[in-house]
Nanobody, 124 residues
Framework: QVQLEESGGGLVQAGGSLRLSCATS????????MGWFRQAPGKEREFVAR????????YYADSVKDRFTISKDNANNVLYLQMNILKPEDTAVYYC?????????????????WGQGTQVTVSS
């Protein structure tokens, strides 16, 4: 069983930055394709970014490309999401997710383990 716990959310002004962390346990982070998703009130959960098991390749939603960076510290089992130039439309609960198997995915339905989420609020 894999446990995930996000931290680092909060309230920030537009144009500011936040770094989210996701501490993992139960399995070595280097064995897991990982992703970040978000869900705003009244909307479906959407893909934000994902990273391969070894951290060598990353993928981003068009809405966050060039502003957000996903990374992982396999030695310490922590996944990160650096968020810069934040916009009010980035306001959401952010979730980290892990997928069994070798290959990642941009679909939330393909992930097997989820954290409890952390709230990010961007004021205008």
């Amino acid at each position: 069983q894999v446990q995930l716990e996000e931290s680092g959310g909060g309230l920030v002004q537009a144009g500011g930055s936040l770094r989210l962390s996701c501490a993992t346990s139960g399995r070595a982070l280097g064995t897991l394709p990982m992703g970040w998703f978000r869900q705003a009130p009244g909307k479906e959960r959407e893909f934000v970014a994902r990273i391969t098991r070894n951290g060598g390749t990353t993928y981003y939603a068009d809405s966050v490309k060039d502003r957000f960076t996903i990374s992982k510290d396999n030695a310490n089992n922590v996944l990160y999401l650096q968020m810069n130039i934040l916009k009010p439309e980035d306001t959401a609960v952010y979730y980290c997710a892990a997928r069994r198997g070798l290959v990642g995915s941009s679909s939330a339905n393909d992930y097997d383990y989820w954290g409890q989420g952390t709230q990010v609020t961007v004021s205008s």
